[in-house]
């Protein structure tokens, strides 16, 4: 399984491994560079979910980075400055960066920002993904239908199928659900969600979702 990927691009070293710790503890996988050499190269293998990317780096810079990224990749990037008064002329660059985020930061409200933003892109990628599932989704009216026939789903049913359902045949571990479809929602625990997704399976004539034991769930492709 492929457990969602960070890359932070961020020469403040104590920085960047308190950043990684608390993408770690929310069950991400994380890469760090600690200067801008190597940066589009890596982000363009194609691994990484989103890239956190500092403006002033040894190497190459985060505005070149971001510029020479999105030539080609619409990969999500968070960038980060230590100057305030950046954030502005960052915006009215259009240098296509996801969100802005000026230093001193909290972690926390970095993670939140993340999420925020995975959360985003999921759901653009499953309005933008030809349906070949027969899924039907109405985020506006959390109304869902599969084979045009409706699926009777709580709001927090209908944001795992949302998630499982825009990369089907991607398994998603537990953690990685409730971080995805339920990042403010503490209420939710992993055997909440099994209990979801039989919920899902019971009210579908063809279950779609597949568990996969000892890891977690996905959407069939
Ligand atoms: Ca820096």
């Known amino acids: 399984m492929t457990a969602l990927r960070i890359l932070i691009v961020e020469d403040e070293t104590v920085l960047a491994e308190v950043v990684r710790d608390y993408l770690i503890a929310e069950g991400m996988g994380v890469d760090v560079l600690s200067e801008g050499t190597d940066a589009v190269a890596t982000a363009l293998t194609g691994q990484h979910d989103l890239l956190i990317l500092d403006l002033m780096l040894p190497g190459v810079d985060g505005l070149t980075i971001c510029r020479e990224l999105r030539r080609t990749s619409d990969v999500p990037i968070i960038m ?29 409200e970095l993670v939140a920002r993340v999420q925020a933003i995975l959360r985003r ?10 349906d070949t599932t027969g899924l039907q989704m ?13 699926l009777d789903l709580t709001r927090r049913e209908f944001m795992l199928v949302q998630v ?6 991607r398994v998603f571990s537990r953690d990685e659900l409730l971080t995805l479809a339920f990042p403010d929602d503490a209420e939710v625990f992993d055997r909440t969600i099994d209990s979801h997704i039989r919920k899902i399976a ?3 004539d063809t279950d779609p979702i597949r568990s996969v034991y000892g890891v977690g769930y996905a959407y069939d492709d």
């Open 80 to 108: 980060t400055t230590a100057k305030v008064e950046e954030i502005d002329r960052l915006f009215g660059l259009g240098l296509g960066a996801d969100d802005y985020l000026c230093k001193p930061y909290s972690p926390r």
């Open 121 to 130: 892109s999921a759901r653009s990628r499953e309005a933008t993904a030809p």
């Open 138 to 150: 109405d985020a506006e009216r959390w109304q869902a239908a599969l084979d045009g026939k409706p």
């Open 164 to 169: 499982l359902a825009h990369r089907p045949g």
């Open 202 to 204: 019971a009210v579908s």
